[in-house]
């Protein structure tokens, strides 16, 4: 079964600080790994996934097999960084379901 | 149109009765997702077609939780005699087969059961 945790529901910052929102999962494989937001009153759309190895907003995510863990990073927050973030995960290739985390709430004060 | 869309945007109904909730996917994507997203649950997995394929319905909750696929676009999630705990917002995603697994969403509908 795949399972995908993020531990926190809510992390606040102040503008400028450094930033990390946890995931880890649960895969018997190789999975894909991707990060979602949902900034308010938007859709929710795609911010990053693994494959490509790109930093979209100053945000990064590094694969750790190791520790089952995708963990996104941003050094330096900014107000508008502040939405709903999902880690979700996916069986290899296109036609797999993805599963998602449940959430966390990115709160960045000025 | 340009993104998927979703009907109605907001549905309040009262407990026992049946409601339809509508998807039109983006056009050409041959992947298409139901989840419901709650406030504490984030966003449960609840069925997905792709192409002609039986579709995995692993995630419904209930037998009172039904979706078809017309044609291979537009889906309806079919929700019979709704209970106060199936409030939540549906959200539809389509996917293009082959494509770099990006889901695009629709909108969302707002449940409310009374």
């Known amino acids: 079964a795949q399972r995908v945790t993020q531990p926190e529901k809510l992390l606040s910052v102040f503008k400028g600080a450094p930033v990390e929102l946890k995931c880890n999962y649960s895969?018997?494989?190789?999975?894909?790994l991707f990060w979602y937001v949902q900034y308010s009153r938007q859709r929710l759309q795609l911010l990053l996934r693994?494959?490509s190895r790109e930093s979209i907003k100053g945000f990064t995510a590094d694969l750790n097999k190791g520790e089952t863990s995708f963990h996104l990073k941003k050094p330096f927050a900014q107000e508008e960084d502040s939405a709903m973030y999902y880690c979700a995960l996916s069986a290899p290739g296109a036609n797999s379901k993805l599963t998602f985390g449940k959430g966390i709430t990115l709160s960045v004060r000025p | 149109g340009a993104g998927v869309s979703q009907s109605p945007s907001n549905k309040v109904t009262e407990k026992g009765k049946d409601v339809e909730l509508r998807c039109d996917p983006i056009?050409?994507?041959?992947?298409l997702y139901w989840y419901r997203q709650s406030l504490g649950q984030g966003l449960e997995f609840l069925i997905y077609f792709q192409g002609n394929s039986a579709p995995d319905k692993s995630g419904l909750p209930s037998d009172r939780f039904s979706a078809e696929r017309t044609g291979g676009s537009v889906s309806t999630l079919t929700i019979q005699r709704t209970q106060q705990e199936d409030s939540a917002v549906y959200l539809c995603a389509s996917r293009l087969a082959g494509g770099s697994g990006e889901l695009f969403f629709g909108e969302g509908s707002r449940l409310t059961v009374l």
């Open positions: 693994h494959i």
């Open positions: 056009s050409g994507h041959t992947a």
């Open positions: 895969y018997s494989g190789s999975p894909e």
